[in-house]
């Protein structure tokens, strides 16, 4: 399976701040690269698919960007309702697999 | 709107069984494949297993789980099933249902979930 490493596993930012959140994979996946927001006792969404393609509703301050074992998640502008946990994942080979999570808190 | 909203979890010895049911709303459940993924604390996302939607039924699962879940589709009720059997307290998780696009390159990413539904293995 595809080991998927995220970091930082957490952090603390304050409203306005751009918070950057990296993801490396244990082999080349091409731009086979997705990224998930979830918070407790909602549905998660899909934030981000094919690594940098912005999934429609998504607010512009999210953007991302990488290729190969690289990538990485922005989100400029930090807002409150950004506070979540965010994961990684492969999908360029079965088991698609996912990274640990980065959990982000806005002060 | 779009939803999948899932049901049956709760709580079951080890060995027992469990069947989870997810439906859809709001859009052509046919017209997509499905997929189960699960969320611990300790092993955080684990994809369990895929059901294809238009064509020819393909079907895969996590290793973790193959000979013991079974994943099935009713397209009339547009709804998604997970079979559980043999259940062991390591499968405690919340269980998500998850609807997967495949674009034009095969790429694929899971752009619907539901809010999952819990299930307990315990004594």
């Known amino acids: 399976d595809i080991q998927m490493t995220q970091s930082p596993s957490s952090l603390s930012a304050s409203v306005g701040d751009r918070v950057t959140i990296t993801c490396r994979a244990g082999q080349n996946i091409g731009i086979s690269l997705n990224w998930y927001q979830f918070k407790p006792g909602k549905a998660p969404t899909l934030l981000i698919y094919a690594a940098s393609t912005v999934q429609s509703g998504v607010p512009i301050r999210f953007s991302a960007s990488g290729s190969g074992t690289q990538f990485t998640l922005t989100i400029a502008n930090l807002q409150p309702e950004d506070s979540a946990s965010y994961f990684c994942q492969q999908s360029y080979r079965t088991p698609n697999t996912f990274g640990q999570g980065t959990k982000v808190e806005t002060k | 709107e779009i939803h999948l909203v899932e049901s049956g979890g709760g709580q079951v010895q080890p060995g027992g069984s469990l069947r989870l049911s997810c439906t859809g709303s709001?859009?052509?459940?046919?017209?997509?494949?499905m997929n189960w993924v699960r969320q611990t604390p300790g092993k955080g996302l684990e994809w369990l297993s895929y059901?294809?939607?238009?064509?020819?039924?393909?079907?895969y699962y996590a290793n973790s789980v193959k000979g013991r879940f079974t994943i099935s589709r009713d397209n009339s009720r547009s709804s998604l099933f997970l079979q559980m059997d043999s259940l062991r307290v390591e499968d405690t998780a919340l269980y998500y249902c998850?609807?997967?696009?495949?674009?034009?390159?095969?790429?694929?990413?899971?752009?619907?979930w539901g809010q999952g539904t819990l299930v307990t293995v315990s004594a």
């Open positions: 059901i294809s939607g238009p064509g020819s039924p393909s079907i």
């Open positions: 709001g859009f052509v459940f046919a017209g997509y494949s």
């Open positions: 998850v609807r997967e696009v495949l674009t034009a390159t095969n790429e694929y990413y899971f752009d619907l």
